[in-house]
T-cell receptor
């Protein structure tokens, strides 16, 4: 069983819809991450939150809007997505430490399809 | 920017045999961390093993071990006594620390098939 829970597992939406992806962890981790993974490709980092503050934005288009309302929860708000945004979206969390050597723990992902 | 290269897109091994997956990376850092993750068809990325660059001793986790060659920037994964459940995509990853957060850069992956 994964300790990082992502909902929904599957999402189909039109290009004009607004939806949100949710990620939750109760391991006391203070760093949370969003990755995008296209088929047969490695995950690519999108955003990093550290202590509920956005630390890294890998030049992600503004149609993706992350939110970290508390230390256990991470959301990804979606609006006006394009067909090329169809992918598996993975959430991960880790402890924060000097030197950043803590491994990241991943959820099962949300498979997103844009019509 | 760090780069991670996995030169074997696909590999196959028979059950109970040993297989080695290769990984090379490029960095100018002296202290860093390397990981192997597996991703079965169930999609979840599962941590297999990690290595701290300042440690000369190779990491071992049960049937999984690494051969870490810092000078050669090589980080291979050896799976002993392969099991059907080892069938998965294996990603080598380099961890970068920016001072406020850590970043993982993944290789392109090796698809491992364990056969009877």
């Amino acid at each position: 069983d994964t300790e990082v829970t992502q909902t929904p597992k599957h999402l189909v939406m039109g290009m004009t819809n607004k939806k949100s992806l949710k990620c939750e962890q109760h391991m006391g981790h203070r760093a949370m991450y969003w990755y995008k993974q296209k088929a047969k490709k490695p995950p690519e980092l999108m955003f990093v939150y550290s202590y509920e503050k956005l630390s890294i934005n890998e030049s992600v288009p503004s149609r993706f809007s992350p939110e970290c309302p508390n230390s256990s929860l991470l959301n990804l708000h979606l609006h006006a997505l394009q067909p090329e945004d169809s992918a598996l979206y993975l959430c991960a969390s880790s402890q924060v430490s000097l030197g950043g050597n803590q491994p990241q723990h991943f959820g099962d992902g949300t498979r997103l399809s844009i019509l | 920017a760090q780069t991670v290269t996995q030169s074997q897109p696909e590999m196959s091994v028979q059950e109970a045999e040993t297989v080695t997956l290769s990984c090379t990376y490029d960095t100018s850092e002296n202290n860093y961390y390397l990981f192997w993750y597996k991703q079965p068809p169930s999609r979840q990325m599962i941590l297999v093993i990690r290595q701290e660059a300042y440690k000369q001793q190779n990491a071992t986790e049960n049937r999984f071990s690494v051969n870490f060659q810092k000078a050669a920037k090589s980080f291979s994964l050896k799976i002993s006594d392969s099991q059907l459940g080892d069938t998965a995509m294996y990603f080598c990853a380099f961890m970068d620390y920016t001072g406020t957060a850590s970043k993982l850069t993944f290789g392109t992956g090796t698809r491992l098939q364990v056969t009877l």
